[in-house]
């Protein structure tokens, strides 16, 4: 019998680095024993908590304007409510992907606004189509004060196979 992968909650943290750094504003300070981004997803309860820096999330994204580092600063809270999520079997076959609305909010320190998304997690089909051993989490957040502003990151998953004793 297959064991089940179970997927009931997902934590991804990036620490500050000299490289994570290159390329930020002039004069900008990071605080050193806080990380860049945090991330805790509760698929079991619906919500998903980040944490982070506001300028490292712009700069982390392929495409934004310079124009965005002036919506928040220094660190932001995001919280959200994952509409209709449950925990989710891995290694079911069947499972080739889910898609999920969020709803939630910003806080820059005293400043709270609107900020829904959408978050996919997607299976990563080998070249024989079969399932393999990665997810893609990617997460989409929209600030809807600001035209246009978004944060996406795409973060792998790793399901641990084989003997559990021996890992």
């Known amino acids: 019998m297959k064991k089940s992968?179970?997927?009931?909650q997902f934590e991804y943290?990036?620490?500050?680095?000299?490289?994570?750094?290159?390329?930020?504003?002039?004069?900008?300070?990071?605080?050193e024993h806080l990380p860049l981004l945090n991330i805790v997803i509760d698929f079991e309860h619906g919500n998903l908590k980040l944490e982070g820096d506001w300028n490292?999330?712009?700069?982390?994204?392929?495409?934004y304007?310079?124009?965005w580092f002036d919506h928040?600063?220094?660190?932001?809270?995001?919280?959200?409510?994952?509409?209709?999520s449950s925990v989710i079997n891995l290694s079911d076959s069947a499972n080739e992907g889910f898609a999920f609305s969020l709803e939630g909010i910003v806080r820059d320190g005293n400043y709270i606004t609107a900020f829904?998304?959408?978050?996919?997690?997607?299976?990563?089909?080998?070249?024989?189509?079969?399932?393999?051993?990665?997810?893609?989490l990617t997460l989409y957040l929209s600030d809807l004060q600001f035209n246009g502003c978004?944060?996406?990151?795409?973060?792998?998953?790793?399901?641990?196979?084989?003997n559990e004793d021996k890992n």
Do not use: C
């Open 116 to 136: 829904p998304g959408l978050l996919i997690l997607e299976n990563v089909r080998g070249l024989n189509g079969r399932i393999t051993e990665q997810w893609n």
């Open 5 to 8: 992968t179970l997927l009931k």
């Open 150 to 162: 978004e944060i996406k990151f795409e973060l792998p998953i790793y399901i641990k196979r084989g």
């Open 72 to 84: 928040h600063m220094e660190r932001v809270h995001i919280e959200t409510d994952i509409l209709s």
């Open 13 to 31: 943290s990036i620490l500050p680095s000299a490289i994570a750094l290159i390329g930020r504003k002039k004069n900008y300070v990071v605080a």
């Open 56 to 63: 490292f999330m712009m700069t982390s994204n392929k495409f």
């Open 65 to 67: 304007e310079s124009r």
